[in-house]
T-cell receptor, first 115, second 114 residues
């Protein structure tokens, strides 16, 4: 079965520091992987997604993620954190079966940016 | 294009009551998925509708049901509410044509059961 695991429910970084949010996946078929961000009292916004076209995926707001099959990872990074990046981040994977359009989410990582 | 809209945004109900939530997808999207978000269980998939048919469902009791109309708008209903049903309910829409499509989320309906 497909699933994602996010390591670290809370991550704190200083403004201007590197952001690294970890996600490992489990899937017996090539996965489709996503990172979403959720700001307080809002829905989820897509940051980026991996669909096998390129292993390094660039998203919005300066975020990027690298798909590493050997490590079954899809970690999210940003070179320099900004105060506005404070939010909750979710990694997600598409189901393996065709005809299923939902997502399976990780437990989320809350990012705090310290001024 | 207008985004996904959900109504109402906030609801307060008491145990035993039922509730209906509404979701209007992005124009042209035929798939609507529903998710429940709670602090304890995180984001959990409820069900997906495509062209007025339930195409996929998660592991929730039968008290949770949904439907989709010919204009792709969707409703979900929870009967006999329990305290544990307090959550943020999110809907997401997509074209629904292939695996790996981006899902676009609405702002959610926050339900409080007293």
């Amino acid at each position: 079965a497909q699933s994602v695991t996010q390591l670290g429910s809370h991550v704190s970084v200083s403004e201007g520091a590197l952001v690294l949010l970890r996600c490992n996946y489990s899937s017996s078929v090539p996965p489709y992987l996503f990172w979403y961000v959720q700001y307080p009292n809002q829905g989820l916004q897509l940051l980026l997604k991996y669909t096998s076209a390129a292993t390094l995926v660039k998203g919005i707001n300066g975020f990027e993620a690298e798909f590493k099959k050997s490590e079954t990872s899809f970690h999210l990074t940003k070179p320099s954190a900004h105060m506005s990046d404070a939010a909750e981040y979710f990694c997600a994977v598409s189901p393996q079966q065709t005809g299923a359009n939902n997502l399976f989410f990780g437990t989320g990582t809350r990012l705090t940016v310290i001024p | 294009k207008a985004g996904v809209t959900q109504t109402p945004r906030y609801l307060i109900k008491t145990r035993g009551q039922q509730v209906t939530l509404s979701c209007s997808p992005i124009s042209g999207h035929r798939s609507v998925s529903w998710y429940q978000q709670t602090p304890g269980q995180g984001l959990q998939f409820l069900f997906e509708y495509f062209s007025e048919t339930q195409r996929n469902k998660g592991n929730f009791p039968g008290r949770f049901s949904g439907r989709q109309f010919s204009n792709s708008r969707s409703e979900m209903n929870v009967s006999t509410l329990e305290l544990g049903d307090s959550a943020l309910y999110l809907c997401a829409s997509s074209l629904g044509q292939m695996r790996g499509e981006t899902q676009y989320f609405g702002p959610g309906t926050r339900l409080l059961v007293l």
